[in-house]
């Protein structure tokens, strides 16, 4: 019986052909890559050019912003979250960050507006959100809660929990304890316990 007559030959042989085949996928590979980096180095480069040489940025960051679902708004979202978010951005960056699709990216543009701007336009937005919550809102307070967290604006945090403290509905209560266990020390400096 002849070597190549014999399955497990010709497994051998199926073997080897893939082999070969993944070395020329993987010449594709690498160019395929290669595109991509110089794809990704345009990409940097005109970031830039748009960081250097717009007249005026936010404008055209809000209206992209507005585009819901948009290549467009993702581009605007991640450019906010790479560079300083201008303080005019706010509301809307507010409202991004409290949707699932949005936060990660939204919470970290916010976090790029100079802390000073940032602590007392957030102040503002957030004393008129705060006064619409609703008790049947518990996400909503949940994605306040994070946002605050994560920009460490305790005394907005605190005034959040005491709300939700308050609150008649038990599921708005629970992100009041979660808020007082997680971060009561951080609340006690601010005089709330």
Request: net charge negative.
């Amino acid at each position: 019986m002849a070597l190549s007559s014999r399955p497990w030959f010709e497994r051998l042989n199926a073997t080897a052909d893939q082999v070969r085949e993944k070395r020329v996928e993987s010449s594709d590979d690498l160019t395929l890559w290669t595109a991509y980096v110089e794809a990704h180095r345009e990409m940097q480069r005109q970031r830039f050019e748009f960081y250097k040489r717009s007249q005026d940025a936010t404008t055209v960051l809000r209206k992209a912003l507005a585009e819901h679902h948009t290549e467009n708004e993702h581009a605007a979202l991640t450019y906010a979250k790479d560079f300083v978010a201008d303080v005019a951005l706010l509301p809307v960056l507010v409202e991004m960050a409290m949707t699932v699709r949005y936060l990660p990216d939204a919470r970290h543009a916010i976090a790029n507006i100079p802390r000073p701007q940032l602590i007392a336009a957030l102040e503002a937005l957030f004393n008129t959100k705060l006064q619409a919550l609703q008790d049947t809102d518990d996400d909503y307070y949940a994605r306040w809660a994070e946002l605050l967290v994560h920009l460490q604006a305790w005394p907005m945090l605190a005034r959040l929990a005491e709300r939700a403290r308050t609150s008649g509905n038990p599921d708005v209560q629970e992100i009041a304890t979660w808020i007082t266990t997680e971060y009561g020390p951080m609340l006690a400096l601010e005089g709330w316990t």
